[in-house]
């Protein structure tokens, strides 16, 4: 398969293309930054130069004509303002949605953030990242085109994986380790019944496996 990701060099993404290049499946990590690209590469993933705040859709469906999978995997970062929330966090979502009608690839996958909600009151910085997401999630959800899956991790650890999680509709909250999202995505790409769904993901007593394959057969 040919995965494209957004955000490739985001701490998930790059645990995804290590996972995706060791099975011999074709990674491509878009990136905003040049300078990030042989990371990508150490990963096994063919890093694209593309700043989605600047581009247009047609430039976006470029980079993903015969593509068999998308993963929107893209942050502003835990420093950046409520401005950059929204045109990345938002606004990118929706570019890479678009994008990916317009170059025929259905399968749309979102890492999204626990607690995300389009109406989700507040304004701090923190409040703005979590309508901002709903908003984008609210977005992919309604492009009839697209066989979506939303993850919405819990709190994010760089603690070793366990391959043993708790994926639901709703989980509560808890902890879950960069390794098992990036496992977990593998295995709901992997999974086509998975489309049409918004999952939770922390940590848990169930492998990877057999929590994907029993929530898309719920």
Avoid at 4 to 11: D, L, R
Avoid at 113 to 141: I, N, Q, T
């Amino acid at each position: 398969m040919r995965i494209v990701i957004a955000g490739g060099h985001g701490q998930i993404a790059l645990r995804l293309e290590r996972l995706l290049a060791a099975r011999g499946d074709e990674a491509v990590g878009v990136i905003r930054d040049p300078g990030q690209a042989d990371d990508l590469r150490e990963a096994g993933a063919e890093p694209v130069v593309l700043d989605l705040e600047a581009a247009s859709v047609d430039e976006a469906a470029e980079v993903l004509r015969g593509a068999d999978a998308v993963v929107f995997a893209a942050g502003a970062g835990p420093d950046s303002g409520t401005a950059r929330k929204d045109a990345v966090d938002r606004g990118a979502a929706v570019l890479f949605a678009d994008a990916a009608e317009r170059a025929g690839v259905r399968r749309y996958v979102v890492v999204s953030s626990m607690g995300a909600d389009a109406a989700h009151p507040g304004d701090e910085v923190f409040d703005v990242y979590l309508r901002a997401k709903g908003a984008a999630d609210d977005y992919v959800r309604s492009r009839p085109s697209l066989d979506w899956t939303i993850l919405r991790p819990g709190m994010l650890t760089n603690d070793a994986g366990t391959g043993l999680i708790l994926l639901a509709a709703s989980t509560g909250r808890g902890p879950v380790p960069r390794d098992d999202v990036a496992a977990t995505l593998l295995e709901i790409l992997d999974t086509p019944a998975c489309a049409g769904l918004t999952l939770e993901l922390i940590s848990g007593n169930v492998p990877v496996t057999v929590a994907v394959k029993d929530i898309a057969g719920n």
